[in-house]
């Protein structure tokens, strides 16, 4: 099995956790090599001890388990037993990592490596290789650490040890994404996305699309980004990990906050602080009772500090969602039981009314509209007439709503847009799109002449250089090629200049019809030139 670390974030990357297989392989009495590799190994030669000491580790009782094991290796070392020495060792790195003595961790773990090499259990040495390099990892050695998460990857491969391949992995890629090689990380994590489906583990296929998620996101490729969280989001709904499903949420953020759709940014963030609040409250109080029982005063006070910044945090990501719902450009109102209950700054503006004056009434007391108070998710999509306190017209808008989960409670959200503002958008955008023909068209007609027009010039230029002498009326005739080669450089200078159009101007044609005055188009370029 894998456990992933995806504990609160810290930062964007901090999605890659490196993965620690806290404990070897163990070769237990009915010989499956598949055993789960998250517990402590069990010796078979001292089962009684070394079983007592993994349900300690479980507990998190480190310092006795360490006792035992301490103990054990001892008697090992005394019977020269060097198998059982080396997965007792290994057992002794463990504890020291969760206690963070990263030193003594190095000591134990490559005493380990180096057992296992003289043995032969070369099958166990692609964990303990996982192990360091992700240990040299959190010591800032990032080359030492690459060397031995690649190595793990090639003894796993050589010994078949799938359920190990993707941890190391996604650690690799998790390295490489600190060293910024963002191609090489998304190679590694779609090899171990490739064996999440294949397996059908739904956690670790949300897992690992959440990593090419971020990635995308670094890369500043939003839309791709979108793609994967979406796909992350599909599988995360048939979860029931809370932690995999904030992640999700926070990619899906992140994505929409760049891709400027605040409505969809506004939505995931308040389900991602529902989960953290759901989370956080669940396990406060019951985190800073097993501290008191389970901590000297220093470390106490170390943890509960810990406790402390993750609330810190989940204030900071509350003054992130106020600040999408303050800054919308659309209005809205947070309705619950048809009651306003939270209004934004810009329905404010909108309305004209003050925060006091709306916030308690009937939603549907805010609109001249009538019947429109008895189900509100009928309301979506319809242009209503909003009242306004300085103007006895009101104000044509579109609403649409949406019911979520605020606070624990199911609400209602109104989203209040101002038709008038979004028409003129509209028709911005449709004038944007109507220049953007015209340039292209422009140059288009521009690249297609360009080069008839020069063959014409030129054979006006070499019939200029002929000798009329024998023929009559030699002015006349070179008068005419004048004329013409004045006409075709002015033909020239506009296809030229038909290129560096940046606005048009149209003028009657035949019937109603209205064409682009060209001309006048470019003279409107020249003016702004000057």
Not at 277 to 291: C, G, R, S
Not at 323 to 342: C, H, P, T, Y
Request: overall charge negative; aromatic content about 10%; charged content about 30%.
């Amino acid at each position: 099995m894998l456990f992933f670390s995806i504990g609160v974030f810290i930062s964007s990357l901090s999605l890659f956790l490196l993965t620690n297989e806290i404990s070897e392989l163990a070769e237990n009495t009915t010989g499956d090599s598949d055993k789960d590799d998250t517990i402590p190994a069990v010796a078979s030669e001292s089962v009684e001890p070394i079983t007592e000491a993994n349900n300690l580790f479980q507990k998190n009782r480190f310092q006795e388990a360490l006792q035992i094991y301490l103990s054990e290796l001892k008697q090992a070392e005394t019977n020269g037993d060097k198998k059982l020495i080396s997965k007792i060792l290994n057992n002794i790195a463990s504890v020291y990592y969760n206690l963070r003595d990263f030193t003594r961790v190095e000591e134990f773990w490559l005493r380990s490596a180096e057992l296992k090499l003289e043995i032969g259990s070369f099958h166990e040495l692609g964990h303990i290789y996982n192990n360091l390099g992700n240990l040299y990892s959190q010591l800032g050695d990032l080359d030492k650490s690459l060397s031995y998460f690649e190595k793990s990857l090639e003894y796993k491969n050589t010994y078949k040890q799938e359920k190990g391949i993707s941890t190391t992995l996604n650690n690799l890629a998790g390295l490489y994404c600190l060293k910024q090689d963002y191609s090489r990380a998304l190679e590694y994590l779609n090899k171990a996305l490739e064996i999440a489906r294949s397996e059908k583990n739904q956690i670790q296929i949300a897992f690992f699309l959440n990593n090419i998620c971020r990635i995308y996101i670094e890369k500043n490729n939003s839309e791709t980004a979108l793609e994967y969280a979406k796909e992350a989001e599909s599988f995360g709904d048939k979860i029931e990990d809370d932690l995999t499903k904030m992640q999700i949420y926070q990619n899906l953020t992140d994505c929409y906050l760049n891709l400027k759709d605040y409505e969809k940014a506004f939505f995931y963030q308040s389900n991602q602080i529902k989960i953290k609040e759901d989370i956080f409250h669940k396990e406060k109080m019951l985190e800073i009772e097993n501290l008191k029982k389970k901590y000297l005063a220093e470390e106490m006070e170390q943890e509960i500090k810990m406790l402390i910044d993750s609330e810190i945090e989940l204030k900071n990501a509350k003054e992130r969602y106020q600040f999408l719902f303050d800054n919308s450009l659309r209005g809205i109102l947070v309705v619950r039981k048809m009651a306003i209950e939270i209004v934004n700054k810009r329905f404010i503006e909108m309305s004209g009314y003050r925060e006091d004056e709306i916030v308690g009434k009937k939603y549907y007391e805010l609109f001249k509209n009538k019947d429109i108070n008895s189900n509100i998710s009928k309301l979506d999509g319809q242009e209503l007439t909003l009242k306004n306190k300085l103007s006895t017209k009101g104000l044509t808008v579109e609403v649409n709503t949406k019911e979520t989960i605020f606070e624990g409670k199911i609400v209602n959200l109104l989203f209040v847009t101002d038709v008038a503002k979004k028409r003129a958008l509209e028709a911005q955008n449709i004038e944007r799109e109507k220049l953007q023909a015209i340039i292209e068209l422009a140059g288009a007609i521009s690249h297609e002449m360009n080069q008839p027009l020069q063959s014409v010039m030129g054979y006006v230029e070499l019939l200029l250089l002929k000798d009329y002498s024998s023929y009559g009326q030699i002015d006349y005739l070179k008068e005419r090629l004048i004329k013409i080669g004045i006409s075709l450089k002015r033909m020239d200078e506009i296809t030229r200049k038909l290129t560096t159009i940046t606005k048009y101007k149209t003028k009657d044609y035949v019937g109603q019809t209205r064409i682009v005055d060209i001309l006048e188009s470019v003279k409107e370029k020249l003016s702004d030139d000057e």
